[in-house]
């Protein structure tokens, strides 16, 4: 590491194996009120109740009691947040398990500021390769991670090819803020302070402390209504930064507004979401050429269940009834925007300060009794399940792609897309993948591999590209292209430059061996036709893991 790459303590600034293991991690997992990483008691299988017994959940704590049930969560008492002890936690989890099997975690109470503040905050909630058809009522696949996330995936393309490419919707009903769960408590004025609950600072140099799972929703005359997930700076007690991205629905709205002279947009904050509505909040699941849709109606449509909302307090913003706290507040569009950040964006570096963002009064806080909040490791944790979202980026784009099969873009690295193609012709797989570069933002590294090849087998494809890619002439580069404006190695964000490699056999005609041999295992297969089944009768018992 050359001297200009060293971390800057002073900055607060630490390598990822320093704060892993620094005292902080330590004091973390070996004091007294720590849960030790063991792996967590799983139930047996035969006895867990269907997972379609709980759905739809209503609530996050029906949800966490779900994942809590089935052996998929661990629980840590005090945890010192002014050492960092939570991050470093959450690190030691991830490193433990990897993100596809990591559980859950949740903090019961946290030192924020000097001060011991009650929790409990939670965070991976839906990191497990289980949460992904957990979350939609359907039984995972024993002890196979892949093949949960094709029955997940098979689940959501089936709903889309019943909706002829659109997903089921089902309006919100409203009830009388009597009956919703979020109006337990109501604050006004002086009595607001967003200090005394469990928002952190994640990461040492972090601006400060963010609430960073909220649906913030908003609501413009001609976009319609719509709610996203971005960061929102605790800058005060009641003052917090609001941080769309410019590509973002919610930063359109605003941007529109404020270039009408609208002096001021109401927004109201979600928090504490129940898993369906936290996914769509998160993810891209429709398209904005066809207009604005209700996704209060998408969350009831995923959920065969119309979602409860309730009306806010300062607004006539509707948000879902049974969440764990709601945030309402003006947005000045008339006034100077505020710098905000820096901050640990989703690829795992610092990102940059912002010298001009948004910001919000807070009007009114409204939550359950002792709410229950959830805090995103930005970077080092899968955000949500991803399954719904594969579902319809692989729909839309095999209607305009010929030849594409199956699409996966691995959380854990960030910017690399899997395609796995029918490749009927030279040159299919090179133009698949300049197709998917184009389209996809977030696809910087777009690899290419047969329909033969599993591209939720990290391994496989891995290995796929070391023995049929040659990088000449079988890869294309982008000099520049629209990217991730969050990616840390661009110079121009939001513009990248992009590869395609085309991992595809590559026929004579494409400048590839005359005579392509098979592979082994294949050979195996067509040798020993039955092996694998009489392996898994004879010594089943012995590989199977867990």
């Known amino acids: 590491m050359s001297e200009k790459d060293r971390p800057d303590k002073s900055r607060g600034e630490f390598t990822r194996r320093e704060f892993v293991a620094s005292g902080a991690a330590l004091a973390a997992l070996t004091g007294d009120h720590a849960v030790a990483l063991e792996r967590p008691p799983r139930p047996a299988a035969q006895g867990l109740p269907p997972a379609g017994a709980g759905f739809p959940y209503e609530t996050l704590r029906d949800w966490v009691g779900a994942l809590e049930q089935r052996g998929l969560l661990l629980r840590f008492g005090d945890v010192d947040q002014d050492a960092y002890e939570g991050t470093a936690i959450m690190y030691r989890v991830i490193d433990t398990y990897g993100h596809y099997d990591a559980p859950a975690v949740l903090f019961e109470r946290l030192k924020i500021d000097g001060r011991w503040i009650e929790g409990p905050l939670i965070a991976n909630d839906q990191g497990h390769w289980d949460t992904e058809a957990l979350v939609f009522g359907l039984d995972p696949v024993p002890r196979d991670g892949r093949a949960t996330y094709r029955k997940a995936m098979a689940h959501l393309s089936g709903l889309l090819e019943q909706g002829r490419g659109s997903w089921p919707m089902l309006d919100p009903v409203e009830v009388p803020r009597e009956q919703a769960l979020c109006k337990q408590v109501v604050l006004r004025g002086d009595e607001i302070d967003l200090t005394r609950y469990a928002f952190i600072q994640t990461n040492p140099a972090d601006a400060g402390r963010y609430i960073n799972t909220g649906s913030v929703f908003t609501a413009d005359s001609e976009l319609g209504m719509n709610y996203g997930t971005y960061r929102c700076q605790l800058k005060g007690p009641r003052k917090i930064g609001v941080n769309p991205e410019p590509n973002q629905t919610g930063h359109r709205m605003l941007m529109a507004m404020r270039e009408r002279g609208d002096k001021v947009a109401k927004v109201s904050i979600a928090l504490g979401q129940d898993p369906i509505v936290w996914v769509i909040s998160g993810s891209t699941m429709t398209s904005s050429r066809s207009g604005p849709i209700d996704e209060l109606a998408l969350a009831g449509g995923l959920r065969g269940k119309p979602l409860e909302v309730v009306r806010c307090e300062t607004n006539d913003i509707l948000v879902p009834a049974h969440v764990e706290m709601v945030i309402e507040g003006e947005v000045p569009l008339d006034q ?65 792609i010929p030849g594409l099969v199956d699409l996966h873009s691995p959380v854990e690295a960030v910017g690399w897309t899997f395609i796995s193609v029918d490749k009927q012709k030279p040159g299919q797989g090179l ?24 591209v939720l087998n990290r391994q496989e494809v891995l290995h796929t590209v070391s023995s049929r890619w040659q990088p000449h002439p079988a890869s294309h580069i982008f000099e520049s292209m629209r990217g991730m404006p969050l990616d840390p190695s661009s110079p121009n964000r939001p513009m990248s430059s992009k590869i395609v490699i085309d991992a595809t056999r590559q026929w004579p005609e494409e400048g590839g061996p005359q005579v392509y041999p098979e592979r082994n295992r294949t050979l195996l297969l067509n040798g020993a036709p039955d092996v694998f089944k009489r392996v898994d009768e004879k010594f089943g018992a012995l590989i199977r893991r867990g």
């Open 336 to 400: 100077p925007m505020e710098p905000e950040g820096p901050f640990g964006e989703m690829y795992g570096y610092l990102g940059l300060r912002k010298q001009e963002n948004f910001w919000m009064n807070v009007t009114a806080v409204t939550h359950r009794q002792k709410p229950w909040l959830l805090n995103s490791f930005t970077g080092a944790t899968r955000g949500f399940v991803t399954s719904p979202l594969e579902a319809f980026a692989t729909a839309r784009l095999r209607r305009a």
């Open 431 to 454: 133009e698949v993948g300049k197709k998917v570069a184009e389209f996809v933002p977030i696809a910087k590294v777009v690899v290419v591999v047969d329909q033969e090849i599993d």
